[in-house]
């Protein structure tokens, strides 16, 4: 009998997606793996049961966790799940770890062995498994669908014979990954689009989609991208002269997005009261970063904010779960992929190596212990040498799901772009 993946229904009554798809049950299979669905789990996905057993999993029950060797999840474990967890778990997840210490703490507690996904790093080996990227395009895509809706008013021009509706405006502050598929939904739908972004990388990026680009093009701008590709902090003097290019463009906007995160920190505030004071009514407001404080002001996670003025602020919580059918697919993608790393071909077992750059990247805790370098404690032995986590870990864009995108070097904060995950999905 092989080793015992099992995907487990999520518990959080906000989290519609699951950790495994039809397919990727046919790929762990052929790994050599027994694969065991929670009954219900992919349900909220548009994935009955049948479905999975169709592609050669058992259907089961919560608790035949306690006999699994690997745990697929979409939202770290909680202290009553992880009880019936085995030591030794290998348990894959997007694991939401800073601002979270006692969490972490109860994972090393448990035994498992907890990588978080969204400590990926952005290499071309780790493309298919870059589950911030896979879920930010849906998020992107979905704020515009949102934004719309909200709106109830037609984004493209439209000339009849009894007149011409004008096209909308719409505005994306931030161009990561969720920022440039807002872009090309927003142009899909016939908006006139533009967009702001802190490094000068993304005005070529901006301009290929078919939108505008606006942004403060001073000395400071044209250095604010590192090595790396990723974004800097700007100085609160850039910060102010943004503010004022930006505070006049938004009041002329219908629908502004704003999509800005910083690993670990909360969100920056873009939009002030005073900027969405001056809307006109109507317009909207979507904020991809509300789980993290928003980046608008008055914005309220979970729901939609109407103003004094008539504008609407949307807020909602995991934006990529309002689209889990879609979401699901590409994230269980993900996690085959990366699991897939961790398989000896030759046994067909688990053998993870722990000196291989991804494991190091993105293994939280270990053999009871917190081991990853950003959360062990001082007088703690770390498992993984800091040094030894590659530089370029995935950076936060804001929709990258109930997760804050991580840095392995706790000193570059970064925003939220990366050059390697700028075309994916983008259509």
């Given at each position: 009998?092989?080793?015992?993946?099992?995907?487990?229904?999520?518990?959080?009554a906000?989290?519609?997606r699951?950790?495994?798809?039809?397919?990727?049950?046919?790929?762990?299979?052929?790994?050599?793996?027994?694969?065991v669905v929670?009954?219900g789990?992919?349900?909220?996905s548009?994935?009955?049961?049948?479905?999975?057993?169709?592609?050669g999993?058992?259907?089961?029950?919560?608790?035949?966790?306690?006999?699994a060797?690997?745990?697929?999840?979409?939202?770290?474990?909680?202290?009553?799940?992880?009880?019936?967890?085995?030591?030794?778990?290998?348990?894959?997840?997007?694991?939401?770890?800073?601002?979270?210490?006692?969490?972490?703490?109860?994972?090393?507690?448990?035994?498992?062995t907890?990588?978080?996904?969204?400590?990926?790093p952005?290499i071309?080996?780790?493309?298919?498994?870059?589950?911030?990227?896979?879920?930010?395009?849906?998020?992107?895509?979905?704020?515009v669908?949102?934004?719309?809706?909200?709106?109830?008013?037609?984004?493209?021009?439209?000339?009849?014979?009894?007149?011409?509706?004008?096209?909308?405006k719409?505005f994306?502050?931030?161009?990561?990954?969720?920022?440039?598929?807002?872009?090309?939904?927003a142009?899909r739908?016939?908006?006139?689009?533009?967009?702001?972004d802190?490094?000068?990388?993304?005005?070529?990026?901006?301009?290929?989609?078919?939108?505008?680009?606006?942004?403060v093009?001073?000395?400071?701008?044209?250095?604010?991208?590192?090595?790396g590709?990723?974004?800097?902090?700007?100085?609160?003097?850039?910060?102010a002269?943004?503010?004022?290019?930006?505070?006049e463009?938004?009041?002329?906007?219908?629908?502004?997005?704003?999509?800005?995160?910083?690993?670990?920190?909360?969100a920056?505030?873009?939009?002030?009261?005073a900027?969405?004071?001056s809307?006109?009514?109507?317009?909207v407001?979507?904020?991809?970063?509300?789980?993290?404080?928003?980046n608008?002001?008055?914005?309220?996670?979970?729901?939609?904010?109407?103003?004094?003025?008539?504008?609407k602020?949307?807020?909602?919580l995991?934006?990529?779960?309002?689209?889990?059918?879609?979401?699901?697919?590409?994230?269980a993608?993900n996690?085959?992929a990366?699991?897939?790393?961790?398989v000896?071909?030759?046994?067909k077992?688990?053998a993870?190596?722990?000196?291989?750059?991804?494991?190091?990247?993105?293994m939280l805790?270990?053999?009871?212990?917190?081991?990853?370098p950003?959360f062990?404690?001082?007088?703690?032995?770390?498992?993984?040498?800091p040094?030894?986590?590659?530089?370029?870990?995935?950076?936060?864009?804001?929709?990258?799901?109930?997760?804050?995108?991580?840095?392995?070097a706790?000193?570059?904060?970064?925003?939220?772009?990366?050059?390697?995950?700028?075309?994916?999905?983008?259509?």
């Amino acid at each position: 009998m092989g080793q015992t993946v099992f995907i487990p229904r999520e518990l959080d009554a906000n989290e519609p997606r699951v950790a495994a798809s039809p397919d990727t049950v046919k790929r762990l299979a052929a790994l050599g793996f027994d694969v065991v669905v929670e009954a219900g789990a992919g349900l909220n996905s548009r994935i009955i049961d049948t479905d999975y057993a169709s592609a050669g999993a058992a259907i089961g029950k919560a608790s035949d966790v306690a006999k699994a060797d690997v745990v697929l999840k979409v939202r770290r474990p909680g202290d009553a799940e992880l009880k019936s967890y085995k030591p030794g778990t290998a348990v894959i997840a997007i694991m939401d770890p800073y601002g979270n210490d006692a969490a972490v703490a109860a994972l090393a507690k448990a035994g498992v062995t907890a990588f978080s996904m969204e400590f990926m790093p952005r290499i071309t080996r780790a493309q298919s498994m870059d589950v911030l990227s896979s879920q930010a395009n849906l998020a992107g895509y979905q704020a515009v669908i949102d934004g719309a809706s909200e709106y109830d008013r037609a984004l493209p021009m439209m000339m009849t014979a009894a007149g011409t509706v004008p096209a909308a405006k719409v505005f994306i502050m931030g161009v990561g990954v969720a920022g440039l598929q807002a872009i090309a939904t927003a142009r899909r739908l016939g908006a006139v689009v533009t967009a702001t972004d802190v490094r000068p990388a993304a005005k070529e990026q901006v301009a290929s989609l078919g939108a505008k680009f606006l942004a403060v093009e001073d000395d400071e701008f044209k250095a604010a991208e590192t090595a790396g590709g990723y974004a800097k902090e700007m100085s609160k003097e850039y910060q102010a002269k943004q503010a004022a290019l930006t505070s006049e463009h938004i009041a002329k906007q219908d629908i502004v997005i704003t999509t800005a995160l910083i690993p670990g920190r909360p969100a920056p505030k873009l939009v002030s009261a005073a900027m969405v004071a001056s809307m006109k009514p109507g317009s909207v407001l979507v904020d991809l970063a509300v789980e993290r404080g928003g980046n608008v002001e008055g914005a309220e996670a979970g729901k939609v904010v109407t103003t004094a003025n008539n504008v609407k602020i949307v807020g909602h919580l995991n934006v990529p779960g309002r689209i889990a059918a879609s979401a699901s697919l590409l994230y269980a993608r993900n996690l085959f992929a990366f699991l897939e790393t961790l398989v000896d071909k030759t046994t067909k077992t688990l053998a993870v190596n722990r000196d291989d750059d991804l494991v190091k990247a993105t293994m939280l805790t270990d053999g009871g212990r917190v081991v990853h370098p950003n959360f062990v404690k001082a007088d703690q032995q770390p498992h993984v040498e800091p040094a030894a986590i590659p530089a370029k870990t995935m950076v936060a864009d804001a929709s990258d799901k109930p997760a804050a995108a991580k840095k392995a070097a706790p000193k570059k904060p970064a925003a939220s772009k990366s050059p390697s995950s700028k075309s994916k999905g983008i259509a």
